[in-house]
């Protein structure tokens, strides 16, 4: 008797019950009550629904994205609902969501940027991997003063092969090259004149590059130009290769120009150099299958056993060889400059149709190859350059690093919180930068004939006489340089003296530009981290 008292006293444990053995379940749908129930929770979930934005609703679903594929996006920032917008472009969108962009989407998820999927929506960056101006075109003409577009109109001056190659035949950087078939008749004369040198046919598009005699180019293929081959070349334990460096141009008219300095992406091809052969392009043109540093022997006990980057573990190599490579990198500068500043008059009439100048900026690798006499000589430009690690995984700090120190230079990676990049009060904007940090040359600015009239061009910088226009070029400069993290600025060019600047040698530049260089002078004086 005790036993069955004891079996019918045992404690029902929800575990014990099943579904169909619970006659009084909430939402028993067999019967009437549960039924109902069901069906005003129903409505009540679907009310709810209704009244959530679909902003929020993509919000909540990009999070859940980012959440359950961590492992692309490491680390990520989950962005709040008020934060800055970032847009996404590219003909084919496939690409970017498949992780071709990927490291460009971790670096914006990273500083707490939301995405949006439309370019009607209120994004505060757009980032397209393709050439945007045509597409997008009637949107771009008239962006609000604080949006920002990491592409400049009319770049493909640069970064056109051909346009680069023959638009500045003086210029020594650059492998004197000839257009095909307009310039048959003058390549043919100078082949004439230089039997020893040999050239290259390259195609217009792509890596279509081969080294020709005379009588092997094809001259009716519009699709190709002629270039000078440069066949000294500094080799790397046996292997010739390409450097490619990162340049930033965040103004123009003023124009100001970065190179990024943290690191360089070095290619080195995949069979050694000599004994050469003009039919083997492994030996000589940098294919989409290089060699990486950490696969060539002579670098790995600097970029693997002691984990120094890619540029440092070349320049340890140069110097092993007496060599010494900062020659490199201040011909380098020299070369990008060359060709950047004559750009600038290019592409100016172009941006004369967008509102704001200042909302476009621009990242350009620079591709050059180094001779044996360490001469630099610019090979191409890329408008979009590779970020993807697909291929190379060790690429992606690299790459992430690049990105990351691209969008504190311009601002868009800002250590202010904000829920877009509109202006805000005033005390916010002068805790970045106040009116005391853009003025320079107290001297000539608090005495006669500044005090009296702007007249002199020597008080073109003092405050009484900068309209609003100069005051914010002088403060993007100012924040520029502040934030500038792992960039080295190329344009304005470095101060060697501040004592000794003769302003007879930039007369030859636009007037805003003369006032930009004369104005790092300025800070130079007073500090010198603003002389480089």
């Known amino acids: 008797m005790e036993k069955k008292n004891e079996k019918e006293a045992k404690t029902v444990t929800p575990k014990d019950v099943s579904f169909a053995d619970n006659e009084e379940t909430f939402f028993d749908l067999r019967t009437k009550r549960g039924q109902f129930l069901f069906f005003v929770v129903t409505v009540l979930a679907a009310s709810l629904m209704a009244l959530v934005s679909k902003e929020e609703l993509r919000k909540f679903l990009l999070y859940e994205e980012i959440r359950k594929n961590s492992s692309c996006v490491s680390n990520v920032v989950v962005p709040s609902i008020n934060s800055p917008k970032y847009f996404m472009w590219q003909r084919n969108i496939e690409r970017i969501d498949n992780g071709h962009l990927k490291h460009v989407v971790a670096v914006f998820e990273r500083l707490g940027f939301t995405r949006v999927y439309n370019e009607t929506d209120p994004w505060d960056v757009l980032w397209a991997h393709d050439y945007p101006f045509t597409a997008l075109g009637s949107i771009l003409r008239n962006l609000e003063s604080y949006r920002r577009v990491n592409h400049i109109p009319a770049t493909g001056f640069v970064t056109n092969k051909v346009d680069l190659a023959v638009s500045d035949p003086e210029n020594k950087f650059i492998p004197k090259a000839f257009q095909l078939p307009k310039d048959e008749a003058t390549f043919r004369e100078y082949a004439k004149q230089n039997p020893t040198k040999m050239f290259v046919q390259k195609g217009n598009k792509h890596r279509d590059i081969y080294i020709r005699s005379v009588d092997e180019i094809d001259y009716k293929n519009e699709e190709t130009f002629i270039q000078e081959y440069v066949d000294n070349p500094f080799l790397v334990d046996g292997h010739k290769f390409d450097i490619g460096i990162y340049v930033i141009i965040t103004s123009l008219n003023p124009l100001r120009i970065y190179m990024y300095n943290g690191d360089i992406l070095f290619r080195y091809c995949p069979v050694k150099y000599n004994p050469f052969d003009p039919k083997n392009i492994d030996k000589y043109v940098v294919g989409d299958d290089y060699l990486p540093t950490w696969q060539i022997p002579a670098l790995q006990k600097y970029y693997k056993d002691q984990g120094f980057g890619m540029r440092d573990s070349f320049d340890a190599y140069v110097r092993s060889q007496g060599k010494d490579p900062k020659i490199i990198w201040s011909r380098a500068e020299e070369a990008i400059r060359s060709v950047l500043v004559k750009a600038e008059s290019q592409i100016l009439p172009f941006l004369q149709n967008y509102q704001y100048r200042s909302s476009f900026f621009e990242m350009i690798r620079f591709d050059l190859i180094i001779d044996d006499d360490l001469n630099v000589y610019i090979m191409e430009a890329n408008m ?149």
């Open 384 to 532: 979009s350059p590779n970020l993807s690690s697909d291929h190379f995984k060790p690429n992606a700090l690299l790459y992430e690093q690049v990105l990351y120190n691209v969008f504190g230079l311009v601002g868009i990676g800002s250590r202010v919180q904000r829920d877009s990049f509109k202006r805000r009060e005033t005390a916010t904007e002068h805790m970045q930068s106040a009116n005391k940090n853009v003025v320079v040359f107290p001297e000539i600015c608090s005495e006669a004939p500044c005090i009296e009239s702007c007249a002199a061009e020597k008080c073109q910088l003092c405050m009484s006489c900068l309209n609003s226009y100069q005051l914010f070029d002088l403060h993007a400069a100012y924040r520029e340089h502040v934030n500038r993290g792992e960039t080295k600025r190329v344009f304005p060019p470095e101060i060697n003296d501040p004592e000794k600047f003769d302003e007879n040698e930039i007369r030859h530049l636009s007037a805003k530009n003369q006032m930009m260089i004369k104005w790092f002078v300025g800070k130079c004086k007073v500090n010198r981290s603003w002389c480089v």
